[in-house]
């Protein structure tokens, strides 16, 4: 199959808001219909203030029709032996429709965003693989190591 990838800009922004919803209900984070158009405004907002600066996206196209997503965000950080420059990425929202997966789609866009990251000086790439993804991101060179001195990740959330 011929498909196309290649980075979003601004004239995206629509497109990959409604997206980011769509995966985030394939997470089980459900928008309900009331709270649609204020998370759709608000990422909106986001990723117009945020893309190719602090968030790059990738899409995959076939027939004129976006059949894949891959986004990736930036975030500098203070001085770490690994990553020297404190830059360094989180990969999320990779996702390729359901009658386009297993071709391959997946792991060419994570690869563009890897060839990307080169373009921001990142020095570490990081995600979280789903079951369906995890040989994916492995095949592309990802690992899983446990820290030593910290093992165990944890969260807060502040605003509950």
């Not at 390729?96 to 020095?123: C, H, P, W």
Request: net charge neutral; glycine share 6%.
């Amino acid at each position: 199959m011929d498909y196309n990838l290649r980075i979003a800009d601004r004239k995206d922004t629509v497109f990959l808001a409604k997206a980011r919803i769509e995966f985030l209900g394939l997470l089980g984070y459900e928008i309900s219909k009331e709270e649609y158009k204020g998370v759709l405004n608000l990422l909106i907002k986001q990723i117009e203030d945020k893309i190719n600066k602090t968030l790059v996206c990738v899409l995959a196209e076939f027939n004129n029709e976006v059949i894949g997503t891959a986004y990736m965000t930036i975030e500098e950080r203070l001085y770490h032996p690994e990553t020297p420059n404190g830059i360094q990425a989180n990969i999320v929202n990779v996702y390729t429709k359901e009658k386009f997966r297993g071709q391959g789609i997946a792991s060419a866009m994570v690869k563009k965003l890897m060839e990307s990251s080169k373009d921001y000086n990142i020095e570490k790439l990081t995600l979280d693989a789903t079951k369906m993804g995890e040989s994916v991101y492995r095949g592309l060179g990802f690992s899983s190591e446990k820290d030593p001195i910290l093992p165990t990740p944890m969260y807060f959330y502040v605003n509950k």
